[in-house]
Structures are given as C-alpha cells and as structure tokens.
C-alpha cells in the first residue's frame, strides 16, 4: 500500500469512528483516531546515521542574519556534542529570478509533485482549511487576506496544497496553479457552532448531543491534519510550512450550549441552542470542567506535533478571528464576560502551542494577517542547513533531542527540535540494496492515473483514436466535470454544461468544430459530462477546447497538439482503449450491449465497481491479430489472466470486477500478436476501497 493510501485509510479509520457515535450515549466521548503501525518514517537521504537541521537565524526585528560561519553553530543531540560536517545557508525566492531563464514545470500527476517538491530549491507550502472550527463570518473576513497572501508572497515555483478536514487525501496535489489556490480559499466558508449536516457521514450523528459532535470535529480535524503533514513530509526533507487557518480547538462545549442540549433532548443539530438557557458562569464547577478539558486537548495536540516534528513540519496557525475580544457571538444565547474571555484564549493558546513547538509562529490577534504572514515566506526563504552523522549509531527507534546555539549575540534562532530514529527493521530496510524499477511504461501507466485526477480545471478530459474510414483515424473526446473543492459554492452556479471543441491542420485548416454534447442536458442540472467523435488524417493536429456554462459563458479554455496515429499502417496495431464502470450487473449488461456508451475519464475506482474494457485490434490488410489481457501489480508483475470476448467486427471486451483486489495500484495490460508483429497498451487504475 502507497504512503498516501495508508495515510487516507488513516483517516477513514477517525472517520469511521465518528460515524458510529450517533447511536451512543449523550455521555459517550469519541475514541481517539486508530493509529497505523505502518505510518512511513523520514529517512536521510546520505544515510541512515546522516542528521539534517535547518536553523532560522535572524536578528530582534525578524531580519535574516546570513553571515554566519559553521564554528557560530553548536550542536548536540541527547545532550551530546555533535559535530557539524555540512553546512550550506539555503536562500530561495520561489524561482522569481530563475522564472526568467527557465519557466517552472507544471504539476499534472503524483510522479510531477514528488520531483519537484523533492528539488532543494522548490519551497513547499500546505493550508488546511478547518472550516468545523472557523465561524462563518470569521471566513468571509480573513479569506481575502489569506489569498492576498498566495497573490504577492509567493513565486512561480512555490508548491501549494489545500485541504479541508472531510477532503479525502488522495485528492491533495501540491501544484503551482496558484490562482486554483486562491479560488479555493476565496470560496472557503466556516461551520464552526453551524451542525446542519453536509453528508452521509454527518447526517449519522446529526442527533447526537452537540458536546459529542464538537468532539468528533475534533478527531476528524486533527486526523486529516495529521494525514497532511506526514504527506508533506513525504515529498520534502527540508523545512516545509503548513498553514492552519483555524480558530484553535477546545475539547469542552460552552455552557449554554450544553445546558440548551439539556433543555432540549434528542431535538437534534443545528440550532438546538436554547435562548432562556443561561450561562453556568464561571464557578467551581465550570473551571474544573475546563482545566480537564485543556489536558485532553493538549494529550490531542501533542500528537499532530510530534508528527510535525517527526516530519519537519512547521506549523503556521492563522487565527481568522483576527483581533477577537470575544469567542461567542451575538448570535449565541449570553455568557458570562470572563468565562467568554477564557474560552477565547483557550482556542488561541492550541493555536500558539502548535505553532511554538513546530518552530512555526501563530498569526493571532491581529487584524493584518497578510503582514503577519509574510513571516511564513521569510522562514522559508532563508536557513542555515547544518548536517552531522550521528554519535548514536543504534537504531533505537526513539525520539532523538536536538538543540542548537549560535555564539553570535543578539541573534535569535528557531530549529528542528529532533527526529526519530529508526528501528531495527527500518533500519535494516534503508540499508538494503534498492529495488529494481518498474519497466518504463509501466511507471507511465501508473502516472496516468494521476493525470485522470488533476483537480485543476473545471472539467477532466480523455482522448482516444480507433481506426476510421478511408484511411482516416477516428479521435473520440470525452469530458466529465472535475469534482468541486470543499466549499466550492462559486461552480454550484456555474456548472459546466458543454465543451466546444475545435480541431485544426497544422497550417490553420480546420478539420472539425462541434459541441460534447451537441445539446445541453433535458434538466436544469449540468450534465454528467459528454463526448464527440471526428475523423481526421494522421499526423500533427491542434485541439483547442473551451468550456462553456449553462448560459454559454466561457468558464475555462485550453489549446493542445496531438499527435494522430496512422491505423492503415501495415503492422499490428490497438485503438486506444475505452475504460467504463459500472456500478451494478445490470448497468454492466446495458453498457455491454451500447455500443455508444460513453468511457471515463475517471481512474480511481471504488471495490464496487466492475470495470469494462473495450479495444480494438489492427493488423495488415484484413488479418486479425489475437488478444490476450492480464491484470498487474504496480510494479509489473502478473496477477491473473483476464478473458477477452471477441466477436467478429466489434471491439473485443474485457471484464473486470473489482470486488476481490485490495485497495491499490494496478495495471490491465493488452496485448495484440499477428501477421504485422505485435503491440501492447497498459491502463493503469486504482482501487480506494
């Protein structure tokens, strides 16, 4: 299982958990997010004895301090000296001076975000939108600021990913779309107090006492940013920022809306706030509940930053309440001021706490957060990087102190505060030769899987070619919109219906213009997508695509060449082939028998589903080459034969039923053998459970 498998199967596992809490008891506090044996471990790259430490120097006003030598460094670990064998000062501008010589590469696929996220001179930057812990009115006044910051601090280079705690895992791709970015936090809108279920799994404990769901929140945010950062560590050994716009996290429910549960049992979320309930104040009682319920906040913390740690993750906390007197609004039944101001600081203090022990900063209690911000920016623009083999050869599997001091007065640093070491196994697994590649086309099948899933346009396109008449080849185009982002309220107007589709001749001729569909859908909803097929000669074509509304409003455009394969050649040759799922055995039949079904663009695929795949096979003059299909692992290797139904003058079929595979990578590869040689296509997909 990949890395990010294990880390989504980690939050469905605290998601699971929550959506078997409705039916307990009012008393009932959710149990804490399962943890995974398996959780990936950072390993160093020169080795598994090689330490490495960025230190942040700079000077009382914040200023980067970059005259330092190594003997201004001291370095222990467990209290050890240790002495400092590689050292480099890091200064990158987010390619702002390199944009100009050579343009930053585009992230499409999984494969493109580990490259570049992996390069020494790429800063990486994750937000975490946590929309169950943000109001409503606090979001629509910091989500500017926050975007101003994507806008004006960061350069064309710079990887950024966004998350909400409900966004599966898989779906989170590091890009250098930056306006995507923007248009993800200018649409992000809070819940925080607002219980109105969203979905499925929310609509399971919508009845339950709101102190039950406040704590299911919390899981379910804590565990999603867990799965954040241990996927940033992945991608990057250096210093990487993950900013967390939040209004910090409070195990306890505030007394009136304990006291309105109890006023109004079993009424059910949201708006089961009683107005006549009064506030508990701020007794013997109420202090007590509190205090408890900062120690078991703190017990939840102190897991999100030792993974942080563990990862040389630095949190940036962005409080959007800004410049707060107050933690409950008017629209809450009254509380008592100080008990009201306690609550307040509480939330900030998680806030400062996940901040300061990730050598972060917390941007809280300020109106400005785009100034404070551009301290995030600064931190990562700058470091010292300071390298050392470590004195403890042992592979302890224990957590390793770090601590770090600069002779140098009046200059303040900020570093990694230690690592894990590895265990014996993971020790003996870094130190074991590597594991012969996956052949090249089998790593391309698998970085398509990838590209199928890019979030970054309105919709999601595939291409396909089969042989056509009069020695033409036949281009089939089919689009699906691409799922909305968490909160995306601006595309639940503006759904694409349509795409216009334009091919041309290499000089200027066209060859098609049309629509996929040629009509919009019977219903005001936008359809489920479309498709269009053209036949055009072989060779050099350029497809331009825009992509239109309901009222016909261009929402995206895109201009492509493709290159348009030759199927008259005399050697054996596949069409391209058609992947179609099915959701039952019916649906399966009916897609059996149509010969004009339309094919997915998707390729992660529920255990569900049941794969259909049709291809068609060439060879010279009138000869017909013989088919034969097997099912991969990921890296290659056969797993079973797969029948192939063909009949005389029709695409051969495949099925493939998903129920039996675990969730994972995998591969059909086709083969074709005749009189004109052979030929193989492999179609790379994933099984998510």
Not at 312 to 324: E, G, H, K, Q, T
Not at 562 to 583: C, H, I, K, M, W
Not at 671 to 679: E, T
């Amino acid at each position: 299982m990949s890395a990010r498998l294990r880390i989504a199967a980690r939050v469905g596992i605290a998601l699971a958990v929550c959506a078997t809490l409705g039916a307990q008891a009012p008393t009932s506090n959710p149990a804490p997010a399962a943890q995974d044996p398996q959780a990936p471990t950072p390993t160093f790259r020169s080795g598994v004895n090689v330490v490495r430490v960025d230190v942040i120097a700079t000077d009382k006003a914040g200023n980067i301090v970059s005259d330092l030598k190594p003997e201004d460094f001291e370095v222990t670990e467990q209290g050890k000296p240790q002495k400092i064998e590689t050292f480099k000062l890091v200064s990158l501008d987010g390619g702002l001076m390199a944009a100009v010589d050579e343009k930053p590469q585009p992230i499409r696929s999984e494969d493109d975000e580990a490259r570049e996220a992996g390069k020494d001179d790429v800063r990486l930057f994750g937000i975490f939108l946590d929309d169950y812990h943000v109001k409503r009115e606090s979001s629509l006044g910091a989500r500017r600021q926050i975007a101003q910051f994507i806008d004006t601090q960061l350069g064309p280079s710079d990887m950024v990913g966004v998350m909400y705690p409900l966004q599966p895992l898989s779906s989170v791709l590091m890009t250098r779309n930056h306006d995507a970015i923007k248009t993800a936090i200018e649409q992000f809108v809070g819940r925080k107090f607002d219980y109105r279920p969203t979905n499925a799994l929310e609509e399971r404990y919508a009845h339950a006492p709101s102190e039950t769901v406040e704590s299911i929140r919390n899981d379910v945010s804590l565990s999603a940013l867990r799965g954040l950062i241990i996927h940033m560590g992945g991608l990057k050994e250096g210093r990487k920022a993950l900013i967390l716009v939040s209004e910090g996290y409070s195990a306890l429910l505030p007394p009136q809306l304990r006291d309105a549960d109890a006023a109004n049992p079993g009424s059910g979320n949201p708006n089961r706030l009683n107005p006549d309930a009064g506030a508990s104040g701020t007794d013997v009682a109420e202090n007590r509940a509190q205090n408890q319920a900062d120690v078991d906040m703190t017990m939840k913390l102190q897991d999100v930053f030792e993974e942080a740690n563990h990862y040389n993750v630095s949190i940036y906390a962005v409080d959007p309440r800004m410049l707060a007197t107050n933690e409950f609004g008017l629209d809450l039944p009254p509380i008592d001021e100080r008990l009201d101001r306690r609550y307040l600081n509480s939330t900030m203090d998680t806030l400062r706490t996940l901040s300061d022990t990730t050598e972060g900063r917390a941007i809280v209690n300020t109106n400005q957060l785009a100034i404070g911000m551009k301290q995030i920016v600064k931190d990562t623009s700058a470091y010292y990087l300071l390298g050392y083999n470590s004195t403890f050869n042992t592979p302890d599997g224990k957590f390793h102190e770090i601590k770090v001091k600069v002779k140098r007065p009046g200059v303040e640093i900020r570093a990694r505060k230690g690592y894990w070491a590895l265990n014996r196994q993971e020790a003996a697994i870094a130190n074991a030769p590597p594991k012969p590649k996956a052949p090249t086309a089998v790593q391309q099948a698998l970085t398509n899987i990838g590209v199928a899933a890019i979030r970054e346009r309105v919709v999601r396109t595939w291409l396909g070619t089969e042989r056509g008449e009069n020695g033409k080849t036949k281009v089939t185009f089919v689009w699906e919109p691409a799922p909305k982002l968490p909160n995306d309220t601006a595309r639940a107007s503006d759904q694409p219906a349509r795409v216009s589709v334009t091919a041309v001749a290499p000089d200027g001729t066209p060859y098609f213009r049309g629509r996929a569909p040629e009509a919009p859908a019977a219903s005001n909803a936008a359809p489920a997508g479309g498709k269009v097929t053209f036949e055009v000669p072989a060779g050099t074509m350029q497809l331009r695509l825009s992509v239109e509304g309901a009222a016909s409003n261009v929402l995206d455009t895109e201009t492509r060449e493709v290159s348009v394969p030759d199927l008259t050649a005399p050697q054996t040759q596949l069409s391209t082939p058609e992947v179609f799922r099915a959701r039952n055995a019916r649906e399966l039949q009916l897609m059996k028998a149509d010969a004009q079904a339309m094919p997915t663009v998707e390729r992660e695929f529920a255990r569900t589903d049941r794969l259909l795949v049709r291809v068609a096979a060439y060879g010279p003059g009138t000869s017909v080459p013989t088919l034969s299909a097997k099912l991969l692992n990921r890296s290659g290797q056969s797993i079973v034969d797969l029948p192939v139904a063909a009949a005389p003058g029709q695409p051969a079929q495949i099925e493939l039923p998903l129920a039996n595979l675990a969730s994972g990578d995998y591969l059909i590869q086709i083969d074709a053998g005749g009189d004109g040689g052979s030929a193989q296509e492999l179609i790379g997909f994933r099984v998510t459970g």
